[in-house]
């Protein structure tokens, strides 16, 4: 198993990596976009569309970093109250349903993309680059946070049975900043 979470690990640098040039691109071609219209009255007509797409990897690969940290959003309440044994196996349960409401998400947004290849809507007006590149990754996204999802099930199960994940515990990370 110790291989999936360092396959998890790299997967999360190259998310990262992949945010980082996306932002500063974004930055970039706004603050050209600002100068071209407030200072030569003209402007690019395809940044916008372009930020927009980006503006859609960065929020997928943002929700996929996000599971992978268990920084997303869930209703808890649940693993707070209950013993921390019960808790682990309703986070177990929780995470593999979301697993696969991802995943069912991800072949939908699938099929909207063969969908857009066959009525031709994948032309742009303004973009260099045809949309299914700028959508593709809809269901990739999901299928990353579907990922996620399941590598965080399968790691609490070792956790519950006490088989090492190569992480650190979120009981053993507090334990260490109490200190």
């Known amino acids: 198993m110790k291989w999936l979470f360092q396959f998890d690990r790299g997967l999360a640098k190259v998310e990262l990596f992949i945010l980082s040039i996306f932002l500063l691109s974004m930055v970039t071609l706004y603050s050209l976009q600002t100068i071209l219209r407030n200072v030569f009255d003209t402007a690019l007509l395809w940044i916008d569309p372009l ?9 997928l690969i943002g929700g996929s970093l996000a599971t992978q ?14 013993p921390k ?17 991802t995943f ?6 699938l099929d909207y993309i063969h969908f857009m290849r066959e009525d031709g809507m994948l032309e742009s007006d303004y973009l ?24 965080r099930a399968i ?3 070792c956790l519950i ?5 190569g992480q650190e515990s979120k ?8 200190k």
Do not use: H
Request: proline share 2%; net charge neutral; no cysteine.
């Open 51 to 59: 930020v927009y797409n980006m503006l859609l990897w960065i929020a």
């Open 69 to 82: 940290k268990e920084k997303n959003i869930s209703i808890d309440v649940t693993t707070k109250l209950l």
């Open 85 to 101: 044994n019960i808790g682990d196996k309703i986070m177990v349960f929780t995470n593999v349903a979301a697993a696969i409401g």
């Open 104 to 109: 069912f998400i991800a072949s939908a947004a």
């Open 128 to 151: 260099p680059l045809q949309l299914w590149v700028a959508k593709i990754i809809l269901p990739i996204g999901f299928y990353l946070i579907s990922l996620r999802f399941a590598i």
């Open 155 to 157: 790691e609490r199960v």
């Open 161 to 165: 049975l006490g088989l090492e994940t």
């Open 171 to 178: 009981d053993e990370k507090k334990g260490e900043e109490g």
